[in-house]
């Protein structure tokens, strides 16, 4: 996914830009990058963090940079910060989100033949670079941002640092990433997470609205583009994605999770000994889960924390695969002829899920009930980098849908919880697991857990409604509850 941290500051801003763009480090894998205004210009730094932390990488650059304002980032896949001289002057950018339409974006701008591109990113254009070209395609950059919200199909947050040190913080169309603003005495910060505040002397200020831009400087912040509706703001955060001690829309991550697991007690009670956690983002549903049913907190498996920090993985399959097998490390005393429930955030292949059961089994686990925190995972998700999976058809409930009803299945019958083809398709991802018994999160359930209305949040990965397009559902399926662009929908 990729997160973010600006600040300008009435004195130097470094130490807050610095620990405020590490407090991302949950939110990527790959690259992370700042960029200063000090007084002779722009300072940039740009290093792999796929092996190792953002701090141990940026120690030296840390102790070089000097400025008032700066921009940080944690990246999924490209480098950034860029440094872009355009006619609206020199600037710095960073972007959060994914462009999914950038072939036909790059064929439009080649068009008027003086467009290129010279930051690559895995072989295709910098989705960074993209954004810049297309802000830079208006008269000012105000006009510019509004312009590439328009025109990016996905989602784009943004920061960007002028060469006069002025600080603009842009949320996307839709409100998918969060983007907040926190003040102290002399400086102001922009970030995605809330929880990088606390700890550097900031207070949460405000939070930008879907397509808001603003621009910050130490003493305020003034709106240059008032926000845009719908807010369509990512239910993932709060199951998997976000930090615990973030909030969202004022809706914290944690409590959130506990009533996650609440509920899921409530509708799926059992007879167990214990109930647990996969770490990390299990944890406080199982909490939640076990103080509800009344059963025993345990932690089955432990994990290694001291070197294998980081929730996400690198991007090779098996590597992914070895890497959650050493982090977690079982407690045989805690598992052997035990009846354990275990909540996880959600299935996405199932692959790793397989492989923690087999060895809950081998430890001699006597029954194992999975509960999981959000529905069954129907639709890849097109607003975010999710998942590296490059198929909707890697999803496990793909997988025996095509099994089930072969190619042409219609997908949005298996939407409903109480319906037949929702239940064969649980039974056999239970039975693919080899678990005891198997239940995902309602999704009624998921969103009075989270706090906000059905219509604030995207819930595109479990429904395929997506609000940007008419009508709010992609695929005319008659399950939607508000009419789709293709004549179905309004049936539910
Ligand atoms: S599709 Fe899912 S992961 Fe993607 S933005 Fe929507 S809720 Fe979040």
Redesign the pocket.
Known sequence: MGGFFGAVAADDCVTDLFYGTDYHSHLGTMRGGLAVRAEKGFQRAIHDISNAQFRTKFENDFRRFEGRSGIGVISDNEDQPLVISSHLGLYAIVTVGVVTNHAELTRELFAGRSVQFSEMSRGGINPTELVATLINSQATLAEGVRYAQQKIEGSCSMLILTDTGDLYAARDRFG?TPVVVGRKEGAVAVAMESCSFPNLGYSLDRELGPGELVRCACDGVETVLPPLGPLAV???LWVYFGYPSSSYEGRNVEMSRYRCGGALARRNPVDADSVGGVPDSGVAHALGYAAEAGIRYARPFVKYTPTWPRSFMPPDQKARELIAQMKLIPIPGLIQGKRLVFCDDSIVRGTQLRDQVKRLYDDGAREIHMRIACPPLLYQ????N?SRSRSEMDLATRRIIREIEGDNADVAAYLDPDGTPYREMVGRIRQRLGLSSLAYQRLDDLVEAIGLPRDQL????WTGEDVSKPGGCTHGCGHCPAPCAAGGGGAR
Do not use: D, V
């Open positions: 998918r990512c239910s993932f998700c097109r607003f975010l999710f995207c819930t595109y990965c």
